[in-house]
C-alpha cells in the first residue's frame, strides 16, 4: 500500500498507472489473507483467482461481505483500465480517486475482520 501512495505522489502516468496496480494488488492480497483466517479456501478450477476471490465474498451471508465483493470488482476495473487501456489517459486525480478508494476499501475490510463472521 505505502508503494502505492509513493507512486500516486509521482508526477507522471506510469507512475500513475502503476500506483492503480499497486492499490489492487494490495486489495486482492489483504482480502486473500483475511478470508483464509476465516475460512480455508476451496480450490475452483473453473474460475480465474479473483472471481473465486469474489466468489468467496459474496457467497458470505453478511451484507459487509457482498459489499466488499463488489468493490473489489471495482477496483479490479480500475486496475484493469489502468493497466491495459493505453488508449485513454490516466491522470493523477483518478489515481488519488483510487487512492481514496483504497483507503476506503481497506477500512470496510478491517471492520469486517473484525466483526469475524463464519462462513457458512
Known amino acids: ?7 500516486m505522489q509521482g508526477g507522471n502516468e506510469i507512475n500513475w498507472r502503476l500506483a492503480a496496480a499497486c492499490a489492487y494488488i494490495g486489495a ?8 483464509d483466517r476465516m475460512s480455508p479456501a476451496r480450490s ?8 473465486a476471490l469474489v466468489w468467496r465474498l459474496r457467497r458470505h451471508r453478511s451484507v459487509e ?6 468493490l473489489l470488482s471495482s477496483l479490479r476495473r480500475l486496475h484493469d483500465g489502468a493497466q491495459y487501456d493505453f488508449l485513454t489517459p490516466f491522470d493523477r486525480d483518478q489515481a488519488v480517486m483510487l487512492g481514496t478508494f483504497m483507503s476506503q476499501y481497506r ?6 475482520e473484525r466483526m469475524q463472521a463464519p462462513f457458512t
Open 28 to 35: 486482492y492480497q489483504e482480502t486473500h489473507r483475511v478470508l
Open 65 to 70: 461481505a457482498r459489499m466488499l465483493a463488489e
Open 44 to 51: 475452483n478450477q473453473l474460475m480465474n483467482r479473483h472471481e
Open 1 to 7: 500500500m505505502r508503494e502505492a501512495v509513493r507512486l
Open 107 to 112: 477500512e470496510k475490510l478491517s471492520a469486517f
